[in-house]
Nanobody
Framework: QVQLVESGGGLVQPGGSLRLSCVASGSILSINVMGWYRQAPGEERELVATFPSGGSTNYADSVKGRFFISRDNAKNTVYLQMNSLKPEDTAVYYC??????????????WGPGTQVTVSS
């Protein structure tokens, strides 16, 4: 069993910044990919940024240059620094991880989500 827990969401004014964190815990042997997705009301869930182990980061075009993803592998933690936030960034942000478990299964997990609201 693996759990992902996000933190750091909230209400921020346009142009402001927030930093999201996600910690993975449980029966983890290693984590192939960690990343962030978001879902706005009435919209489908979309990729925001991903950080594969040993690979390069990947960003949605809408957040390039404003959002930055980082990982602390020792802590099984991924971060999302969000700058110059816009109202259209308002969504529930979900942490995602593709995990190799201690019994050698490769499984995908999602966090419960954290709300980010950008509004004046």
């Amino acid at each position: 069993q693996v759990q992902l827990v996000e933190s750091g969401g909230g209400l921020v004014q346009p142009g402001g910044s927030l930093r999201l964190s996600c910690v993975a815990s449980g029966s983890i042997l290693s984590i192939n990919v960690m990343g962030w997705y978001r879902q706005a009301p009435g919209e489908e869930r979309e990729l925001v940024a991903t950080f594969p182990s040993g690979g390069s980061t990947n960003y949605a075009d809408s957040v390039k240059g404003r959002f930055f993803i980082s990982r602390d592998n020792a802590k099984n933690t991924v971060y999302l620094q969000m700058n110059s936030l816009k109202p259209e960034d308002t969504a529930v942000y979900y942490c995602h991880a593709r995990v190799i478990t201690t019994n050698y299964y490769t499984l995908q997990y999602w966090g419960p989500g954290t709300q980010v609201t950008v509004s004046s």
